[in-house]
């Protein structure tokens, strides 16, 4: 069974510092990642994906995610917050050897992210 | 706008009522995906569709939940003789299958409410 672990319910950061929002993981082989954001009453928008190669992995909106095998994690970063970027984030993961099925994405619960201006 | 529609956006039903909602992938996507979410919680997976099969089904599709994707275009999922706990926002993605780790792309999604 594959699992993802948001710790966090919510990240305060205030405009203009980095960010981070924590995502680990659990797959029984290898993972696909995925990071989706969702603003308020509207679907989930892909942000970016770790499939294989660079652990480092840019995306939209100036955001990018590290990739880390050993500690089951991928990241969500961006050096400088916007307002604008305050929004809920999901990590999702798939086993890359979904066999017979699972192709379906594991959603972690979400973070809150709140830039204060 | 060529992103993957939903209808209706929003559904307000009695208890013991059955709805229907309606996905239309982008136009390309062999592959179509059914997901729900609750209040605070991510979405949870429901069914996918490659082309017009059918080929996963998670523990969370009761059997009053039937889903269709009759020519391999756009998809409808039927709830029958609903519950207060089916209320939730209905997601559907789409996705162009290839070697693997395809971006799923997402709707604006269906809210269910039952009364």
């Known amino acids: 069974a594959q699992s993802v672990a948001q710790p966090e319910d919510q990240v305060n950061v205030a405009e203009g510092n980095p960010l981070t929002v924590k995502c680990t993981y659990s797959?029984?082989?290898?993972?696909?990642l995925f990071w989706y954001v969702q603003y308020p009453n509207r679907g989930l928008q892909f942000l970016l994906k770790y499939i294989t190669g660079d652990n480092l992995v840019k995306g939209s909106y100036g955001f990018e995610a590290e990739f880390n095998k050993s500690q089951t994690s991928f990241h969500l970063k961006k050096p400088s917050a916007l307002v604008s970027d305050s929004a809920l984030y999901f990590c999702?993961?798939?086993?890359?050897?979904?066999?017979?099925?699972?192709?379906?994405?594991?959603f972690g619960k979400g973070t809150h992210l709140i830039i204060q201006p | 706008d060529t992103g993957v529609s939903q209808n209706p956006r929003h559904k307000i039903t009695k208890r013991g009522q059955n709805v229907t909602f309606r996905c239309d992938p982008i136009s390309e996507h062999n592959r179509l995906y059914w997901y729900r979410q609750t209040l605070g919680q991510g979405p949870e997976f429901l069914t996918y569709?490659?082309?017009?099969?059918?080929?996963?089904k998670s523990r969370l599709l009761s059997d009053r939940f039937s889903a269709e994707r009759p020519k391999g275009s756009f998809s409808t999922l039927e709830i029958q003789r609903t519950e207060q706990g089916d209320s939730a926002m209905y997601l559907c993605?789409?996705?162009?299958?290839?070697?693997?780790?395809?971006?799923?792309?997402f709707g604006p999604g269906t809210r269910l409410l039952v009364l």
């Open positions: 993605a789409s996705s162009l299958r290839t070697s693997g780790g395809e971006t799923q792309y």
């Open positions: 569709f490659q082309n017009e099969a059918q080929l996963e």
């Open positions: 999702a993961v798939r086993d890359v050897y979904s066999g017979g099925g699972a192709d379906g994405l594991t």
């Open positions: 797959v029984s082989g290898n993972p696909y």
